[in-house]
């Protein structure tokens, strides 16, 4: 699977940020999507210091949109999100840099490298107004 569960509710919270337009805090935000407060809290840190979300502290404190809904790509939250570069699987460009050192022996990279090549193209088309437009269909 090419998502988790995480860049789901990511991509849940970011929706509901883009329509609310207001900052708001991770207790509202996880009751209106229906995600565990702590998960979410996660989450949107880890958002803030990709520059994804703007964090504000105080009594009217919360999360807010960083950025407009067609200037986030779904590939940067995935990436985000998950910490990770790979959304398949971790296979390297180029096959001397094999990450396990099997690239005499491995028969699929030319496989994997393609798969990967091509999400990685496909996402980084769509971004989080694609998301709220394809909503509304």
Not at 26 to 45: D, G, P
Not at 74 to 81: Q, Y
Not at 119 to 135: A, G, W
Request: aromatic share 10%.
């Amino acid at each position: 699977m090419v998502f988790t569960r995480s860049t789901g509710y990511a991509l849940l919270a970011l929706s509901e940020l883009a329509i609310l337009n207001v900052a708001i805090d991770t207790a509202h935000l996880s009751e209106r999507i229906c995600v565990s407060k702590y998960f979410l809290a996660k989450l949107l840190q880890n958002l803030s210091k990709k520059g994804i979300v703007k964090s504000f502290k105080g009594v009217k404190g919360g999360f807010i949109l960083n950025k407009q809904p067609n200037e986030i790509k779904i590939i940067d939250v995935f990436k985000s999100v998950e910490d990770r570069e790979f959304l398949v699987y971790e296979c390297a460009n180029e096959k001397t840099d094999c990450p396990q050192n099997r690239a005499s022996v491995c028969s699929i990279w030319p496989f994997l490298n393609l798969l990967e090549d091509d999400i990685s193209k496909y996402l980084e088309k769509f971004t989080l107004e694609d998301v709220l437009r394809m909503r509304n269909c």
